[in-house]
């Protein structure tokens, strides 16, 4: 049974070759000899340090594949890109900065030889930021309500899967990814194990505000709970209106002296234009991931495919700085052997 491992890099040249070499060699103690890792490298802005970490591990090590990409995607678009690239028979998604340990890999593959489509390692206790936990709290709670993740599933970015999610979840080309909501849409027969979070060894998360917020958004592609909700609220203050309204009425009714508060009616003016551009905005959002998905906008754009074979074919150059052919138009969902714009 092939084994592919798939690890998105980002300013990763001081761990990636540690993460590699741990992890074959805990496959091989496990009595797993065969398989293979996917290198993503998410166009890491260190100068080409992580890339030439990649390229001298596919130099060394026949069963390293590196995958660049010629503009930064994302880590959730880099791992599909990984999976596009992929021909193991169980995929496991990994990290590039020893947090995703590959010690604790023995209990995900023990648990999914229990006959589970997916196997979560999650962490009781995280190495993380309050900022990044606060993140992961919130992320929780989102996918919970929109898309009805159980209650008990615990997740995170360490993750075993089997061929037949891999090929469905790579028919999506949406460049809005959100791996829990592609998984959840295709099995719920998914299994989460408690394992052991380790400290970073080098640097610091790259996930800012932006770039947190950015993703959770991307849950909106799988779910019209957002736009059900703005219907709801609608329905109440339409109601609230309308009993504000005969209570005025009633009111002056009762006392004819009784005048009308003009800052009243502009507070009510204001909170409700408010919440009509909010809503507006949310159906905007929906029209506008619609119009970037008919206008085929890439999840990622793949620059060069390295291999030991074709690292040993051009005598170890790579593609780094030669430009992209203007008029040509190949898949640009980065079919191996292409470069795509």
């Not at 023995?106 to 589970?116: M, P, R």
């Not at 993380?128 to 993740?149: D, Q």
């Not at 040509?328 to 969902?333: E, F, G």
Request: include cysteine.
């Amino acid at each position: 049974m092939l084994h592919s491992i798939v690890v998105p890099c980002y300013k990763s040249s001081a761990t990636i070759r540690k993460v590699v070499e741990m992890t074959s060699a805990e496959l091989d103690r496990l009595g797993r000899h065969d398989y293979e890792f996917v290198l993503v490298d998410d166009r890491s802005p260190d100068g080409g340090k992580t890339l030439q970490a990649l390229t001298d591990l596919a130099r060394d090590y026949p069963y390293v594949k590196v995958v660049s990409l010629a503009k930064n995607a994302g880590q959730h678009n880099a791992v599909m890109a990984g999976l596009n690239y992929t021909q193991g028979d169980l995929i496991i998604a990994m990290d590039d900065d020893m947090q995703t340990h590959p010690s604790q890999l023995q209990y995900l593959l023990a648990e999914i030889k229990k006959g589970y489509d997916i196997v979560y390692g999650y962490y009781p206790e995280k190495k993380h930021s309050p900022f990044r936990n606060f993140g992961s709290y919130l992320n929780y709670i989102t996918v919970r309500i929109l898309i009805g993740k159980p209650k008990d599933m615990k997740t995170s970015s360490y993750w075993v899967i089997r061929k037949f999610v891999r090929d469905y979840v790579i028919q999506y080309r949406s460049p809005y990814t959100h791996l829990q909501g592609l998984f959840l849409r295709t099995t719920r027969n998914i299994s989460c194990i408690p394992i052991k979070h380790f400290d970073r060894e080098v640097g610091q998360s790259g996930y800012t505000f932006k770039k947190l917020v950015q993703l959770y958004s991307n849950i909106m592609g799988y779910s019209v709970v957002p736009l059900r909700i703005s219907t709801y609220c609608g329905y109440f203050f339409s109601l609230l209106s309308i009993l504000g309204a005969i209570f005025v009425i009633i009111r002056k009714l009762l006392n004819p002296a009784m005048a009308i508060g003009w800052p009243s009616m502009m507070v009510a003016i204001c909170f409700f234009g408010g919440l009509i551009m909010l809503f507006l905005g949310m159906i905007g959002e929906y029209l506008g991931r619609m119009f970037l998905g008919m206008n085929q906008q890439p999840q990622f754009v793949v620059r060069e495919v390295l291999t030991q074979t074709s690292l040993m074919e051009t005598g170890g150059q790579t593609l780094e700085k030669v430009p992209l052919a203007e008029d040509s138009a190949p898949d640009i969902y980065g079919k191996e052997g292409q470069v795509t714009d």
